[in-house]
């Protein structure tokens, strides 16, 4: 993993299979996750990348793909939705990996008690996966107690992980993670023998650039963090969705002229 200041990557091109991670990175971190804000240009931007790649770019998130379709509508893309838990390959079918196992209502329930105890602490309900976030301010005080619950509910749930990131923890089943998902959709007639590309923000992210880079890819950093497993940086969501509008019209241009 790397440890020094990262160059920005290279332009965007036409012949990458484009995966793109959304809370941190396209997006800005909100207090909580319904109150993020998905810029109109933005949703512009992916449409027209979207075809200038032939429809290789996916979103790859911990959120449901249900939740991606509704921030991005009417846009709807191919990607991986709660880790690669679920996966999609065109904008058609949605395939469903894992149910909830018996046991995890029981554990949102405390988690839901830890959060009414304070403010703004927040019980993410996502099927198959819990998240607990403290972002909100005032909330951090409830990370050591949702701590302290996840590890506990480990012993009671089999062939499921501990997934930290930021301001958030997440119990959620092992054997999925982003890696698995980008390697599974480059598999897939729309992505194969492409250049694949990852931009992603947080530690969920590094399996997702070990990944393409294990397979000759490019793996992008949204910030700053350290250590990274990524070669290249943009330093923030701002600055990444500037570099993704430049890029679409860049190759509107192209296609304009050609």
């Given at each position: ?28 971190f909100a207090a909580t996750p ?40 009417p846009l709807r893309l191919p ?96 054997g999925f993670d982003k890696g ?79």
């Amino acid at each position: 993993m790397m440890h020094t200041h990262l160059p920005a990557p290279p332009a965007l091109s036409t012949d990458w299979a484009l995966f793109l991670d959304v809370d941190g990175s396209l997006l800005d971190f909100a207090a909580t996750p319904d109150a993020v804000h998905v810029p109109d240009d933005l949703v512009d931007a992916l449409s027209g990348l979207r075809d200038a790649l032939d429809g290789a770019l996916a979103l790859v998130s911990g959120r449901s793909l249900q939740q991606l379709d509704d921030l991005f509508s009417p846009l709807r893309l191919p990607g991986a939705g709660l880790h690669g838990l679920q996966l999609r390959e065109t904008p058609g079918a949605t395939v469903e990996s894992a149910p909830p196992p018996p046991g995890l209502d029981e554990i949102r329930q405390q988690g839901e008690a830890i959060a009414a105890r304070h403010p703004g602490a927040l019980v993410e309900d996502k099927g198959a996966t819990l998240a607990f976030h403290w972002r909100a301010s005032g909330a951090s005080a409830a990370a050591p107690e949702f701590e302290a619950l996840a590890e506990s509910a480990l012993a009671t749930l089999p062939h499921y992980r501990m997934q930290p990131g930021n301001h958030v923890l997440e119990l959620r089943p092992d054997g999925f993670d982003k890696g698995g998902a980008i390697r599974h959709l480059l598999e897939t007639d729309r992505f194969r023998g492409r250049t694949p590309v990852f931009i992603g923000d947080d530690l969920t992210d590094e399996h997702g650039f070990e990944a393409v880079n294990d397979l000759g890819g490019i793996a992008v950093l949204v910030g700053t963090r350290t250590p990274t497993a990524a070669g290249f940086c943009i330093e923030t969501p701002t600055a990444l969705r500037a570099w993704l509008l430049n890029a679409a019209t860049r190759l509107s241009k192209k296609e304009a002229t050609a």
